[in-house]
């Protein structure tokens, strides 16, 4: 495990976005993982900016999301597909046919979720996957429990996960109770995994998560057993670790 302290959520989102961008020049073709959520909107945005600049080429690039809502589509403001065409896509030569996310809408979750482990597997697995945290120690919408899925699958969200997203819908019986997400396995047969981790909230988990023991009740703390993993965070987020 590598960890990269940083001094404020900017010095870690430009950070973040650098090692991506990295990983595009070494590898013009590489399959990206992606995260939703507030950590990563600082490191789209910088990303846009090196592109707006020339200094980094998504062309041919592909990409798959970590994970999508279950039960709204698309063009929902609130849907994971909607996000990353906000926050990303829509500013870069990304070809709209290699960015892959699954389907919220899908009759057959359970069909969505094979063909999306195929795309992944079809693709030569992922080169580089940007994970956030959930307050809970989830890793995409791996919640805690006894026994954790390996593939993509359709799951129920947490009372933990609920509430801390209900905010996003104006109103708040229109929340999701389900979501598509990457499996255990799907994360951990990632070539390289990156974690970006901001503010106090965060400080607590990353310590049980990374300084903790290995267990499923905090999802998280599988990402020790992973042979290239680096976790950045801003001081606040590492507050509890050692330096």
């Known amino acids: 495990m590598r960890i990269i302290r940083t001094k404020d959520y900017y010095d870690m989102s430009r950070k973040t976005a650098n090692m991506i961008a990295a990983q595009i020049m070494l590898k013009p073709n590489s399959l990206l993982g992606l995260a939703t959520g507030a950590s990563p909107i600082g490191a789209y945005k910088c990303l846009v900016e090196d592109y707006k600049c020339g200094n980094v080429d998504f062309s041919g690039i592909s990409s798959v999301n970590l994970d999508e809502f279950y039960g709204i589509g698309a063009d929902n403001e609130q849907s994971f597909h909607y996000f990353m065409n906000h926050h990303l896509f829509n500013h870069v030569n990304i070809k709209a046919d290699n ?30 996957l940007l994970l956030g945290l959930g307050l809970n120690g989830h890793m995409g919408y791996n919640e805690p429990a006894d026994e954790l899925k390996l593939n993509t699958h359709c799951t129920d969200l947490s009372p933990t996960t609920i509430e801390a997203n209900k905010h996003l819908f104006a109103d708040e019986g229109q929340m999701p109770l389900k979501a598509n997400t990457m499996g255990v396995g799907t994360i951990m047969r990632s070539k390289a995994i990156l974690m970006i981790v901001s503010g106090t909230a965060k400080a607590n988990i990353v310590k049980e998560a990374f300084f903790g023991p290995v267990t499923t009740q905090v999802p998280a703390s599988l990402l020790q057993l992973h042979p290239n993993f680096t976790i950045i965070g801003d001081e606040a987020a590492f507050s509890q670790i050692p330096n």
């Open 99 to 128: 960015t892959f996310i699954p389907d919220g809408l899908a009759k057959d979750p359970d069909k969505e979720c094979a063909q999306y482990e195929e795309i992944i597997r079809s693709k030569g697995g992922v080169d580089l």
